[in-house]
């Protein structure tokens, strides 16, 4: 009993980790977007536009790399950090991308009415080891055509995005070109401070966003935040 115990957890761990290694890049941002609809279909928060939001961070939060993202984006600052504050600048600025990017996509993404949510095209992958770049197309309001290209990366397992470029444009390039004049004009705390603050703003309901940006308008909400101040 014992030994057919052991080859059943055997077999059902190489199961788990064959489907784990089953899913591609593009698998996994399908399967993200798929839920993502679900969310923003559903009929029991259809008068809570903001509930749904929370819930597609959340869900945004289990795929995106945040850790070797605000690696990236903190540049040389990262290493003169301690690892306490490395870890609570990755959880400042998770928040932050949070906010902005997925905002930003309620704001343009043409939605279904009859249910069907918001549409992704996608129109290739390439892969090499444990990296992959995914190349998709948003279906923007009014029928536009916004390209999106995810950096992803291979961690335990699992493919997560780690830069999103929105029309050719980075958003962790933008993000550290502001971060260091921030820190340049001010200090790394100030930094954190800002960032903070701008995450902890209240978001404007979806509905207020124009039905037709004007060019390059898309763009400011999830790269451009320090811009106002």
Not at 4 to 15: G, I, N, V
Not at 23 to 33: E, G, I, K, N, V
Not at 35 to 61: G, H, M, W, Y
Not at 166 to 194: H, K, M
């Amino acid at each position: 009993m014992a030994r057919r115990a052991f080859f059943a957890l055997a077999a059902l761990c190489c199961l788990l980790a064959t489907a784990a290694e089953a899913a591609s890049p593009t698998d996994t941002l399908r399967a993200t977007f798929a839920e993502a609809n679900q969310i923003i279909s559903d009929p029991a928060t259809e008068d809570r536009p903001l509930d749904r939001l929370v819930s597609i961070r959340a869900l945004f939060s289990r795929v995106f790399d945040f850790r070797g993202a605000a690696e990236r984006v903190l540049g040389p600052e990262w290493k003169a950090r301690t690892p306490v504050e490395q870890r609570e600048f990755t959880a400042v600025f998770a928040n932050f991308v949070e906010r902005g990017f997925v905002y930003w996509l309620a704001s343009v993404a043409e939605v279904d009415s009859d249910g069907g949510g918001i549409t992704v095209l996608y129109l290739g992958e390439a892969t090499n080891r444990d990296r992959a770049a995914v190349r998709t197309v948003l279906v923007g309001r009014g029928g536009r055509q916004i390209r999106l290209d995810h950096e992803m990366v291979l961690l335990a397992n699992r493919w997560l995005v780690r830069d999103i470029r929105i029309e050719g444009v980075s958003l962790l390039t933008n993000y550290r070109a502001q971060f260091e004049r921030v820190i340049r004009a001010s200090s790394y705390r100030e930094l954190v401070a800002r960032m903070q603050e701008r995450a902890a703003a209240e978001l404007p309901r979806p509905a207020a966003a124009p039905v037709e940006p004007p060019l390059g308008a898309e763009l400011k909400v999830p790269l451009y935040l320090f811009e106002t101040r």
